[in-house]
């Protein structure tokens, strides 16, 4: 009996029901649930240009990373927080090969590496961001069609950001 209800809690803890929007589905992240880990329920159900990842209010401290993502020019994905999200998680907030995304409104602190790394992007919007704290940079992107706007980097060793 208990091994039953030990499954049955973890199973619910991982159900993910995003919210539908206009353009896609809008996914919350808790302070309990990591990007990474609301990225891989979204992508069992079909991440689509449109879909919004929202970072709630709190201190996100898990991993927070995302695969290939793609957006369209109409209806980019955006990874955004709400007043008061920050991630002070100990690895890299890292984005492979995302093409039509937007990533905006967060802090991101305290990391190990480098606060935000973008590995291959292609059509991204970095914007309203604050960088601080951070051993190995503040901001790494590499990509095309990148445009970096209104965010502050500072207190990042190894330099604020290096744009490839």
């Known amino acids: ?20 929007t206009p353009n ?3 996914y919350k992240i808790t302070t309990s649930t990591s990007l990474f880990e609301v990225y891989v329920e979204a ?11 929202e970072f709630q209010k709190g201190t996100h401290s898990d991993t927070q990373y995302m695969g290939s993502i793609t957006g369209t020019e109409e209806n980019p994905i955006i ?3 709400v007043e008061g999200a920050v991630i002070a998680s100990p690895t890299t907030f890292h984005l492979e090969r995302p093409t ?3 990533i905006e409104n967060l802090e991101i602190k305290q990391t190990e590496g480098v606060g935000l790394n973008i590995f291959a ?29 209104g ?13 490839n």
């Open 1 to 20: 009996m208990k091994q039953i209800l030990l499954i049955l809690i973890i199973s619910s803890i991982y159900t993910l029901e995003p919210n539908p």
């Open 24 to 26: 896609g589905n809008e």
């Open 43 to 53: 992508a069992k159900k079909g991440i689509k240009p449109g879909d919004v990842f």
């Open 79 to 81: 990874i955004r927080g």
């Open 100 to 102: 039509h995304v937007r």
């Open 121 to 149: 992007g292609n059509n991204i919007v970095i914007s309203g961001l604050t960088i601080h704290h951070t051993k190995l940079g503040g901001m790494k992107v590499a990509g095309k069609n990148i445009l970096v706007t």
């Open 151 to 163: 965010n502050h980097l500072y207190e990042c060793s190894q330099g604020n950001y290096e744009l």
